[in-house]
């Protein structure tokens, strides 16, 4: 239910807010391992990581959202 209501949101958003939240989660994610972690993201060493970030915590969210 809840993965359904986040898929009417982004629907609902245009394109550049959709690609402006990406950017903004790219920057806090780069900060959270440069304060938090005191480690270098896996995207300096490998490009795709950047992209393969945001699918893994979307696969998490439906697991733990009911979808099979």
């Known amino acids: 239910l809840v993965m359904t209501g986040m ?3 982004g629907r609902s958003l245009p394109l550049e807010i959709l ?3 990406q950017v903004v989660g790219w920057i806090v994610q780069y900060f959270g391992h440069l304060y938090y972690e ?3 993201p896996a995207f300096y ?3 795709a990581h ?3 970030g945001p699918l893994w915590v ?3 969210a439906i697991r733990y959202g009911g979808a099979a």
């Open 7 to 9: 898929y009417f949101i």
């Open 38 to 40: 005191k480690k270098s």
């Open 45 to 47: 060493k490998n490009i």
């Open 19 to 21: 690609i402006g939240m």
């Open 58 to 60: 979307f696969a998490k």
């Open 50 to 52: 950047m992209f393969i």
